[in-house]
T-cell receptor
Framework: GNSVTQMEGPVTLSEEAFLTINCTYTATGYPSLFWYVQYPGEGLQLLLKATKADDKGSNKGFEATYRKETTSFHLEKGSVQVSDSAVYFCALGRNNFNKFYFGSGTKLNVKP | GAGVSQSPSNKVTEKGKDVELRCDPI?????LYWYRQRLGQGLEFLIYFQGNSAPDKSGLPSDRFSAERTGESVSTLTIQRTQQEDSAVYLCASSLDRASSYNEQFFGPGTRLTVL
């Protein structure tokens, strides 16, 4: 089957710290992988994506590399800001799939 | 431009009552999804509409749940005889076509349902 597991939160960091949020997946076939972000009071937004093994998705200073050998898609940022405080969701889907499979979300709190 | 909107933002109801949740997708988006998010859990797929095709209802948890969509417009999710286990945030998303790595899903802010 298909599923996504991501690290539990909350994660609390000081501004300018390095961020890693772990995400691993189980999938049949060749999925695409995504990170969505939900800022307080807003809907989920696509943050970045990778469609095949070894692809790196990047956006707003965040990066994630699709690692087929470890079935992982960890989210990283070199220097977080207070404005990055949000809930981050890892997800997988396949081209032309009706459904995406989402992780449970990881809340990030960044303190000034 | 306008994003996906949902109403109400919050709904408190008594066990056994029926509730109706509304989703207004982005204009021109043919695909519409409903998800449920229980506290501390991931998003759970409920139902998918694509244009005038028969919806994919495979995620609906029981026959108390139903959803409608007329054409490519508004969708309503109805929960009959609500139970406390139905308490969750219900999220709606739309996309230009069937969701894929090339067609991003745009999410609404959700409706928080509390069943007392």
């Amino acid at each position: 089957g298909n599923s996504v597991t991501q690290m539990e939160g909350p994660v609390t960091l000081s501004e300018e710290a390095f961020l890693t949020i772990n995400c691993t997946y189980t999938a049949t076939g060749y999925p695409s992988l995504f990170w969505y972000v939900q800022y307080p009071g807003e809907g989920l937004q696509l943050l970045l994506k990778a469609t095949k093994a070894d692809d790196k998705g990047s956006n707003k200073g965040f990066e994630a590399t699709y690692r087929k050998e470890t079935t992982s898609f960890h989210l990283e940022k070199g220097s977080v800001q207070v404005s990055d405080s949000a809930v981050y969701f890892c997800a997988l889907g396949r081209n032309n799939f009706n459904k995406f499979y989402f992780g449970s979300g990881t809340k990030l709190n960044v303190k000034p | 431009g306008a994003g996906v909107s949902q109403s109400p933002s919050n709904k408190v109801t008594e066990k056994g009552k029926d509730v109706e949740l509304r989703c207004d997708p982005i204009s021109g988006h043919t695909a519409l999804y409903w998800y449920r998010q229980r506290l501390g859990q991931g998003l759970e797929f409920l139902i998918y509409f694509q244009g005038n095709s028969a919806p994919d209802k495979s995620g609906l948890p029981s026959d108390r749940f139903s959803a409608e969509r007329t054409g490519e417009s508004v969708s309503t999710l109805t929960i009959q005889r609500t139970q406390q286990e139905d308490s969750a945030v219900y999220l709606c998303a739309s996309s230009l076509d069937r969701a894929s790595s090339y067609n991003e899903q745009f999410f609404g802010p959700g409706t928080r349902l509390t069943v007392l």
